[in-house]
């Protein structure tokens, strides 16, 4: 590992010394592992080049030319569904002189950069570049877009600069034992947004895998429906390394989050249990009988993180086309606003990180994905335990 000024070194020692007590002893991370500069580039280059990373829901890209752009540290890539009918990922940087191709999502037959009009074919391969008939050895036949690496897994769109990482397939095999029962890649996505909030990326992973905060915190909209008492944790009694999950109920009363009557494959307590699954380092979502909804994270630094937020419904919602725009309309309405109580808790716990006098507090039983989040850290940036 490259050199290390000492207030790094201390950080990870410390979160060594954090990830192998047990939840009972357990505490808070240190702050300077939100805020320390020298944390976040060694996060960049342990975890975010070398992870899989969600950008988003395939569903949601259904034509030949459909794409959406991402992230991956300071790397833009794009998804694009091709004319072979399957998702390719490739770098969103023009091979002249790197200027960026495509912005947000959409559509296109050629992919043309704003700034000298290079083309390229939705395969990635240069098709057209004026003005290049006197540059010797100029071939378009050898210009292509890199690819990155590109898989769906239960309808979710993964990428990797990471050649040598296992499939996603194989790296979420138990998950997949877990959540099978909701038929997730059936889900249709009717939202997606992107929003940049002023927090550490951590702050947010940490916030949405725990519910201890949802009565107090969002005591105005989900937390008046949710039993914390009901909450349980790996319920097949085993830890995983790429990812942690817990199941929760909804009380009858909830707007979103029990089984519609057309669901006939949920039975019994299933029917308003809820899976919220974090798949680490920074995808998270909540797996509800009748829709789901979801962030990926792009962190822009220890101070700010660029969010993806999406929302899909069940197909036997999507089947009802009599009142759904209503609900769509009725189920962002309400999840934003679980969103921006969200926001105000993340963003503040940053500026306490950044406080001189803020020191780390112990874990309630209800924050046990959160340790077995301080165990991920410390394996990939401190070679930690597992």
């Known amino acids: 590992m490259r ?3 000492t207030e790094l070194q201390k950080l990870l020692f410390d979160l060594k010394q954090l990830a192998r007590k047990p939840l009972a002893q357990a505490t808070s991370m240190p702050p300077g592992v939100y805020t320390n500069k020298n944390f976040y580039r060694l996060e960049e280059e342990e975890i975010f080049s070398k992870e899989w990373l969600c950008a988003g829901r395939a569903e949601s890209l259904p034509s030949t030319g459909d794409y959406l752009t ?3 540290g300071a790397q833009p890539i794009f998804v ?3 004319g072979d009918g399957e998702l390719h990922a490739f770098a969103n940087v023009c091979r002249h002189r790197m200027m960026r191709l495509l912005e947000g999502s959409g559509h296109c037959t050629r992919i043309v950069c704003p ?3 290079w083309t390229y074919d939705i395969s990635g391969q240069l098709v057209h ?3 290049m008939q006197q540059t010797k050895h100029f071939d378009m036949s050898d210009i292509q877009l890199p690819s990155v690496r590109c898989e769906i897994w239960e309808g979710w769109i993964f990428v990797t600069l990471n050649r040598e990482i296992r499939s996603v397939e194989k790296r979420l095999a138990p998950l997949q034992k877990i959540v099978k029962r909701y038929r997730m890649s059936k889900y249709v996505e009717v939202a997606r947004e992107d929003h940049t909030w002023n927090t550490n990326w951590k702050c947010l992973t940490e916030n949405f895998m725990e519910g201890y905060h949802l009565p107090v915190a969002h005591r105005a909209t989900v937390g008046a429906y949710f039993p914390v008492e009901a909450t349980r944790f790996d319920e097949d009694g085993k830890t995983y390394g790429a990812f942690t999950y817990q199941t929760f109920l909804k009380t009858s009363e909830a707007p979103v989050g029990t089984a519609d009557p057309a669901n006939k494959s949920l039975r019994g307590r299933w029917r308003n249990t809820s899976v919220l699954p974090t798949i680490f380092p920074s995808h998270m979502m909540t797996l509800a009988p009748d829709h789901l909804w979801y962030l990926s994270l792009q962190p822009r630094g220890p101070d700010k993180v660029r969010i993806r937020y ?3 419904f069940a ?3 999507m089947a009802k086309k009599r009142g759904l725009a209503k609900k769509i309309s009725n189920a962002k309405a309400f999840l934003d606003e679980v969103q921006a109580e969200d926001r105000v808790v993340v963003e503040g716990i940053f500026r306490g990180a950044m406080a001189p006098l803020s020191r780390p507090g112990a874990l309630s039983w209800l924050e046990k994905e959160n340790h077995e989040f301080t165990r991920y850290l410390a394996k990939r940036v401190a070679g930690g335990p597992v």
Do not use: N, V
């Open 129 to 131: 570049a004026r003005h």
């Open 115 to 117: 700034y000298h009009a």
């Open 315 to 317: 197909p036997e919602l």
């Open 3 to 5: 050199h290390m000024d």
């Open 80 to 82: 694009i569904r091709g």
């Open 310 to 312: 999406g929302i899909a």
């Open 70 to 72: 991402y992230e991956i």
